[in-house]
């Protein structure tokens, strides 16, 4: 049976620590929470209760940590369960900085340990319902993004852009959730309310308000939201769904038809099926990031650009001059032999890119006169001069020239001088060819 160590038993870890108690009764649970007045309660409902983490972990050995602390304590909670090898599940933020969020999730990543955030904002029915509507092409293509947040706190914040961390990091997970792209470029700025201005990629457009100092009607934690695209719009309002699509407004309220497992749930069934989480903490770095560029626009009252912390990966560059060549062979049935380097398979694109080639053909010797199927290819004279024949017209090219081949065309390039022709090929797939 999974034992869980649940660090933090005040404001959200209450809650919390009833979840765990109620809904998953599966789990062996322990408490660690500096509170000592906590004890009784706790070990009252014959649950293990500690006042040290360190203690906690080797007394129990948890398979889990569930960090509730506050959120100043959280990096220090996360590094003592990354000593041990814990996978941790954490409430935002998991660092008071983005710098200090980035050597964590770092090191888990470097380390293979499971780490997940609680962003349970998208877990909720009405989300997944409105993703898959969009999924499904209800609106066709995503043009504009617009969302509104209103509460009234009693509690005025000395640093008033600590809601970017604190809240807003889940309205930003929504954009990127609902839209399945990222965000590129903010500009916010904060007067009576915050208001951000974002682009996003495809050539999507979103802005987000928010005020937590709002006399008027609150909005619901996940907001309400305007997406419109190309053949409708939809409406999340009070969490309910609105269509609207040929003049028509349909009410959509029933969301059965959707899973929508509870973040920690989600968490239980990656650690399961050894499986990154959908809300795993590199993946909610990209939100803590954007709150970060945030509060840099409205320092800097300047556009910021994002895409740095998209986490693609180091940029991919490989040299063809210091690549070696394949063996030389004969190319289509041409004259003599030719040598070439395969500089990307189709295994390295994400389009319908079938591979980039670099290749040479030695004075005399050509590549054979052929056709293709459902596939385009370019090929790009780097040196050097030759025939080239398409679809039976034959014409000189040179350094420069860059020849497109067509589906079902047929064409052959042969090299009828004294020095070696150096070209670039690429073969693009037709997408319904590869279906």
């Not at 695209?229 to 939809?234: A, I, K, N």
Request: aromatic share 10%; with cysteine; proline share 5%.
């Amino acid at each position: 049976m999974m034992k869980a160590l649940l660090v933090g038993i005040g404001g959200f870890g209450s809650g919390w620590y009833r979840r765990l108690r109620n809904q998953y009764s599966e789990l062996l649970l322990a408490v660690a929470d500096t509170d000592e007045n906590k004890r009784a309660k706790v070990e009252e409902d014959g649950i293990p209760f500690y006042t040290s983490v360190q203690e906690a972990i080797e007394k129990e050995r948890p398979d889990v940590l569930l960090n509730v602390t506050p959120p100043h304590i959280h990096k220090e909670i996360n590094h003592i369960a990354f000593d041990h090898g814990i996978p941790v599940f954490c409430e935002k933020p998991i660092a008071d900085n983005y710098e200090d969020a980035i050597a964590m999730v770092e090191r888990a990543e470097k380390e293979n340990i499971p780490f997940m955030i609680a962003e349970n904002y998208r877990a909720f029915p009405f989300v997944r319902k409105l993703r898959k509507l969009i999924e499904d092409g209800e609106i066709g293509s995503i043009l504009t993004v617009d969302g509104v947040f209103y509460r009234y706190s009693e509690t005025a914040h000395p640093d008033k852009t600590a809601i970017l961390e604190g809240l807003i990091v889940h309205h930003f997970d929504l954009i990127r959730y609902l839209t399945g792209r990222e965000i590129g470029k903010v500009f916010a700025a904060f007067r009576h309310s915050l208001n951000i201005v974002m682009e996003l990629q495809a050539g999507i457009t979103a802005t987000f308000r928010c005020s937590v100092r709002s006399k008027g009607k609150h909005t619901d934690w996940a907001g309400n939201w305007r997406i419109e695209g190309e053949q409708g719009c939809l409406e999340l309002i009070d969490n309910q769904i609105h269509l609207t699509k040929d003049g028509t407004t349909t009410l959509i309220d029933d969301f059965s038809d959707v899973p929508a497992p509870g973040p920690f749930t989600e968490f239980l069934q990656a650690l399961e099926e050894q499986r990154e989480p959908e809300t795993s903490a590199k993946d909610y770095l990209k939100n803590q990031a954007l709150a970060h560029y945030c509060r840099e626009s409205i320092t800097t009252n300047q556009t910021i650009d994002t895409s740095a912390s998209w986490g693609y990966g180091p940029m991919i560059v490989r040299n063809f001059y210091d690549m070696e060549f394949g063996q030389p062979s004969v190319s289509h049935h041409g004259k003599g032999m030719t040598r070439g380097k395969r500089l990307y398979s189709r295994e390295d694109f994400d389009t319908p890119i079938m591979f980039l080639g670099y290749g040479e053909i030695p004075p005399g010797a050509s590549i054979g006169y052929h056709g293709h199927r459902e596939d385009e290819e370019v090929y790009i004279i780097l040196e050097g001069t030759g025939l080239m024949t398409v679809n039976g017209e034959t014409r000189q090219v040179k350094a420069g020239d860059v020849i497109l081949n067509k589906p079902w065309w047929k064409h052959g390039l042969e090299n009828n001088s004294d020095q070696p022709i150096r070209t670039l090929i690429f073969e693009v797939l037709k997408e319904s060819a590869g279906k």
